[in-house]
């Protein structure tokens, strides 16, 4: 109960200013004696008239002057008037030395008693010594005194004053009282208790007035019960709303100790005082346990603002309210808020718990999974719940994508039991896959091996020893490959890459040339049935064994019928088939079946080398004039290498044909087209062939000193360096390699600008991992249009985009894109470079994604995030319905941030149907499966706080807010969105 002291009526006036007539005898005075006997009667208006009509008599004696002065200016301030104060403090100024100036200090004292001005009724009162009055007005002045501290809140000098009075026969009650109430008033309630107590036994009428404060006292006490009948007692017999709101209070509180919560819901509702955090707190609490948890959580809403321990109970109380109604979701802001307050460290910790476990259950947008079970770890290193959250943790990083946090977790437990043992294999081959689709194959070799060697899961096992085989064979380890992929052959179980194995197996042995080997794969392959694009690719490579074998027949009829069925490789079909029909059916039928497929296949990727085999094909068939004008057309429509390769066969034509000044320009035109390049050095030579049948040896010497990369003075020595270097680089001894080629430049600097070697020599540092030495031998390299230019500038972009350089890689990435012919390099650079102009916004994106869509021989994963790139430009030209759809589709991708950007879109556009709560849930879905993907979950976390305000839940929209500028400052362009919102809810929260 809040203090509130209910102080006595002020004193009666007269009895305040009693004051003696002196002892003189005025009886032979008439008119003297009439003014005494009207003020001793207190008819102080009559006797003032008296004794002021006795003073304007003459010849008065001068101690009857002062007599009368005195009582007339008395009783003028007894009677109000104005100027009484003043008559009183002239009398003493004219007769300072008369006793009754001593009365008129105390009388003025009691006249601002009277008035309530407890300062200068203070500063006269204390003037004088009590010892100076007759000894009957002590006692009176004794409790004036006393009065007049407690009204000042001198407590104890009051209960100096008081305390000897608690026995006095007139100021005896009253004093107890004011004693009573000072102790009271200092919380000293065993000193209190004994004077209201005497009070009520005597005087019913101070039991009235002290029963609201023994009620408090019982309270104070911890003698609820009492409190309770007592309370009780007083609300049925008085009606002061003031007290009937306090008293219903401390009854309330005092069934909540006791625990009956149902019983103090109405005492507490009852208060109509201002709330305080634990008022809020004992009413909520009183619901909670009623089981009424809407009611419970709007009290507890009402405290949590704070920053002190009433509201980190709030907080915790508020989580389990909200635990109660299955509300999840806003349970974990509650107990998060709880667990970063440190009032209570026991309550702390089981709210952290919460928080931690709840992140787990529903996902956590305000921080990731893993990074909230790792805080508990962390904080509560011996905490109770330390097993279940480590086992919680392992399986976050597992659920969020964070396989190589949850392998190292595991990694350093000694005897891991059978679970943990499963749990770290899963782990480390998922790490593995996640590396593999990064391409960085060496790093997943090793986690692939890691899984092999733990053997708790045999299908795991199987499925890692088969993405190590697809790692050798990336990396040209065909032999290595084999090896894996044979083991599995027997394996007794399933595994998901086991329809792929024959496939594998097929390409192995066809890349090792034991070409029946892979026509029996691909052959047990394609009785699997397998998908239109992989079932198109194995029926091509089974024809090229066909081939490989010599059963050209067979090799036609398959190539016949991939290309009758009209699939993407159709034209591949036909272009080899042509190839294989000059094989069993000569030149001419070649020819024709080129012709065909030249007119067919005009925008193939293989047309301009049919061309060139058209044209090498009619030279055989001495059709001369044919072949020109193929070769005319080629030169005319095509690039720079195939440009290059007609230029080379006009020349062949016109030197046989005896023309060598025609040959002559027409291999000098080959060193325009590709200086440096293979077809340039092939040029040369067919020239140099020329002029010396001609003896022109000053005339070559003159011819080819243009050219700076042939050299034609190369001694015996260096020729046999430079074989040497490029025989450890062809054997792939690349450190061997490395110091051949580096030795040779040092030898021969002239040969710095040689494209075979610096290629050479930046392709032997790439397979050792020394990419910065990689960079300049094949910027050299890249430098030069010469025939090792595309494998430079793909190095060069796998170099640059390992390190991130982006810009250097996107440079690269384009120079390879323009210039090369080869199909494989084409596609890898599309790839990436959609990769980086989508990054950039750049519309360029949209066009290289449907291109990487329309090659069925991209990954799964790569085609998926070319499919994201065409629905964000949907998203953002307003076809939301479209958009909706791609997205929809991609939910299921294999890229965990590919998934993460659907579920954003998908809450994104709930949100903008004003499907709140729905958008809350998928929110909630991303934190829960992808908390390593920051960027999409700060991003959602906005469209959730929004949510929340678009339904009024201020709370929670501003609790999330305050999450994201916490906890994602690494992405400023969110935190501008979070803070624009957040000036919206502090303008409705006005």
């Keep these: 109960m809040r203090k509130n002291f209910l102080l006595l009526s002020a004193f009666g006036f007269a009895g305040l200013l009693q004051a003696q007539i002196s002892n003189i005898d005025f009886r032979e005075n008439k008119e003297f004696h009439r003014a005494q006997f009207l003020y001793q009667e207190q008819s102080y208006l009559a006797s003032q008239h008296a004794f002021e009509k006795y003073l304007q008599k003459e010849n008065i004696a001068t101690d009857e002057e002062e007599i009368a002065a005195y009582f007339a200016a008395l009783t003028s301030l007894i009677n109000n008037q104005d100027g009484g104060e003043a008559r009183l403090m002239s009398f003493q100024a004219t007769y300072p030395r008369s006793s009754l100036s001593q009365q008129g200090t105390w009388h003025l004292g009691s006249y601002y008693l009277s008035k309530g001005d407890y300062d200068k009724a203070f500063d006269y009162l204390s003037r004088g010594n ?151 707190y004992q009413l909520g609490y009183a619901y909670y346990q009623q089981k009424n948890y809407e009611k419970s959580i709007s009290l507890f809403n009402k405290i949590v603002a704070g920053n002190d321990k009433m509201a980190q109970i709030a907080y915790y109380q508020l989580g389990n309210a909200y635990l109660k109604t299955n509300r999840k979701e806003q349970a974990l802001a509650a107990f998060q808020s709880a667990g970063k307050m440190d009032f209570d460290a026991a309550l702390q910790e089981d709210a952290y718990y919460h928080y931690a476990k709840l992140s787990y259950d529903v996902g956590n947008p305000y921080e990731s999974t893993p990074v909230t079970l790792q805080k508990y770890l962390t904080q509560y290193p011996s905490g109770a719940h330390r097993k279940e959250i480590q086992n919680l943790l392992v399986d976050a990083y597992i659920t969020s994508g964070d396989y190589r946090q949850a392998a190292e977790m595991l990694r350093p437990i000694q005897n891991k039991n059978t679970e943990q043992n499963k749990t770290f294999q899963l782990a480390n081959y998922l790490y593995a896959t996640t590396l593999y689709k990064n391409g960085k194959l060496n790093e997943a070799k090793n986690y692939f091996t890691t899984a092999r060697q733990i053997s708790a899961d045999d299908v795991v096992t ?32 399933d595994f998901n890459e086991r329809k792929e194995l024959s496939y594998q197996l097929g390409y192995t042995h066809y890349k090792l040339k034991n070409f029946p080997q892979s026509e029996k794969y691909f052959k047990t392959y394609l009785a699997t049935n397998p998908p239109g694009e992989f079932k198109a690719d194995a029926r091509m490579r089974l024809a090229d064994s066909y081939v490989g074998n010599r059963n050209n027949e067979q090799a036609m009829a398959v190539y016949e019928e991939v290309e009758k069925s009209n699939n993407q490789m159709a034209d591949e079909a036909a272009y080899n088939r042509a190839i294989v029909l000059g094989l069993t059916k000569g030149n001419a039928a070649k020819a024709q079946a080129l012709e065909n497929f030249i007119k067919a296949y005009p925008v193939s990727k293989f047309n301009d080398q049919a061309q060139l085999e058209l044209a090498d094909t009619y030279v055989d068939l001495e059709q001369i004039n044919s072949a020109n004008l193929v070769l005319d057309n080629l030169i005319k429509h095509t690039n720079a290498d195939f440009a290059a390769e007609a230029h080379l066969r006009k020349g062949f034509i016109f030197y046989i044909q005896g023309q060598t000044k025609e040959a002559l320009r027409q291999f000098e035109k080959v060193t325009e087209k590709k200086p440096g390049a293979k077809q340039a050095i092939q040029a040369i030579e067919n020239a140099k062939r020329i002029y010396l049948n001609n003896s022109d040896y000053k005339g070559f010497e003159r011819w080819v000193s243009r050219f700076d990369y042939y050299q034609i003075d ?97 440079l690269s990435l384009e120079a390879l894109y323009n210039n090369t012919s080869n199909l494989a390099y084409q596609s890898f650079a599309e790839i990436h470079l959609m990769r980086i102009y989508a990054k950039e916004n750049n519309t360029k994106a949209t066009e290289l994604a449907q291109k990487v869509l329309t090659n069925s021989k991209n990954e799964t994963s790569v085609r998926e995030e070319a499919e994201l790139i065409l629905a964000r430009e949907l998203y953002h030209k307003g076809q939301k319905a479209d958009a909706e759809k791609s997205y929809k589709a991609l939910e299921n991708a294999s890229s965990t941030a590919v998934r993460a950007e659907a579920l954003y879109y998908k809450a994104l556009l709930l949100n903008e149907r004003k499907s709140f709560e729905a958008s809350n849930q998928v929110i909630f879905e991303l934190a829960s499966k992808y908390a390593d993907q920051q960027l999409w979950g700060s991003q959602a976390l906005v469209v959730m706080a929004d949510n929340y305000y678009q339904q009024g839940d201020l709370y929670q929209a501003n609790h999330t807010i305050e999450s994201i500028l916490e906890n994602y400052k690494d992405f400023p362009e969110v935190s501008k969105k979070a803070k624009v919102l957040q000036q919206k809810i502090k303008a409705k929260k006005k």
């Design 130 to 280: 009590l010892s100076d009055l007759p000894a009957y007005q002590r006692d009176e002045f004794r409790f004036k005194l006393g009065y007049v501290n407690f009204m000042k809140d001198q407590k104890n000098q009051a209960l100096n004053y008081l305390k000897p009075l608690t026995r006095h026969a007139v100021y005896g009650e009253d004093a107890k009282y004011y004693v009573g109430h000072i102790y009271y008033s200092q919380r000293k309630y065993d000193l209190a208790q004994p004077y209201f107590e005497e009070l009520q036994q005597r005087n019913p009428v101070f039991r009235q007035r002290l029963l609201p404060y023994m009620v408090q006292i019982k309270f104070n006490d911890g003698n609820y019960s009492e409190a309770i009948r007592l309370g009780k007692e007083q609300l049925t017999a008085y009606q002061d709303a003031h007290l009937t709101s306090e008293i219903s209070k401390i009854v309330g509180e005092s069934y909540f100790h006791q625990g009956q919560y149902d019983q103090s819901i109405p005492y507490l509702e009852a208060y109509t005082g201002e709330m305080s955090a634990a008022d809020y």
């Design 714 to 810: 190369v001694s015996e020595i260096q020729t046999l360096a430079l074989d040497n270097a490029l025989k450890s680089f062809d054997a792939n001894n690349y450190p061997a390699a490395i110091a051949a080629l580096g030795n040779l430049l040092k030898d021969y600097p002239q040969l710095q600008k040689n494209d075979q070697v610096n290629y050479a020599l930046g392709e032997s540092y790439y397979q050792t991992n020394q990419w910065d030495a990689a960079l300049k031998p094949l910027n050299a390299a890249a430098a030069i249009n010469g025939n090792y230019q595309s494998d430079a500038l793909l190095r060069l972009a796998q170099i640059y985009l390992n390190k991130n350089q982006i810009t250097e890689a996107k």
């Design 462 to 493: 199987a499925r890692a020893e088969f993405w190590l085989g697809e790692i050798a064979y990336r990396q040209g380890k065909y032999g290595e490959a084999l090896i894996f992929f044979k083991g599995l052959e027997n394996f007794p179980k």
